[in-house]
């Protein structure tokens, strides 16, 4: 069954996902009334990394919600949310500098994050086939079916295990470049790494989560 006594192998991940929700939420609004010196907006600051990187030609979009900001290598272009375009914070500048990082990544054919892309169409049919598959095979009692199942599901994994060293080497970008182009003083800098650093660690999260399902998922094949 899935919702057996193996579900306890989930919970530790399940409180770190909670945790670092929570962190990222309080310290992103603890950074975004943190006014910058300049006064550069998101907007402002993903156009001039990306225009002195070569890339003039990829737009920067409004997308509704909060931190639903992300560049979309498909359509090189870049969306986001209201608070980050339009907000002159310290948290609004980092997390535009990190999105033009992935711009940056995408430019250079960053390998993990060409990887990532290429197997996208994968795990968006693993991710829901892989537990219509489980079922199916736990309701036939077919331990063929049942690791089938799973081994779709470990290209979930696959994907959130790559995503790490593709958000770190973001983020490391879009420090170094707040940095080096003066665009964020010292203080500041500190601010936006530690907003960055936050967010991070959503992905180590998720990361972690989908290894330890695959954990308890080979459990549950073998006793099938």
Known sequence: MLFDGSFVLLIPAIIISFWTQAKIKSTFDKYSKI????????????????????LNYVPIEVIGGKLTDHYDPAKRVMRL???????????????????????IQ?????????????IVPVVNFSSNASWIILMLGMFLSSPYIVRFG?????????????????????????IKILEDRNILYSE??????????????????????AISQLIRLIGISRRE
């Open 35 to 54: 006014r910058n010196t300049k006064g550069y907006t998101g907007a402002d600051v993903a156009r001039i990394i990306l225009d002195s990187n070569g």
């Open 81 to 103: 949310s209201p608070e980050v375009f339009h907000g002159n914070s310290v948290a609004s500048i980092g997390v535009a500098a990190h999105e033009s990082g992935h711009a």
């Open 106 to 118: 995408h430019k250079e054919h960053y390998s993990p994050l060409e990887i990532r892309n290429s």
């Open 150 to 174: 799973v081994l779709l599901f470990t290209a979930v994994v696959v994907f959130q295990i790559i995503t790490l060293p593709v958000e770190f080497n973001a983020s490391n970008r879009a």
């Open 188 to 209: 500041e800098l500190k601010g936006a790494k530690k907003v960055l650093d936050a967010a991070a660690l959503t992905y180590v999260a998720a990361a972690l989560m």
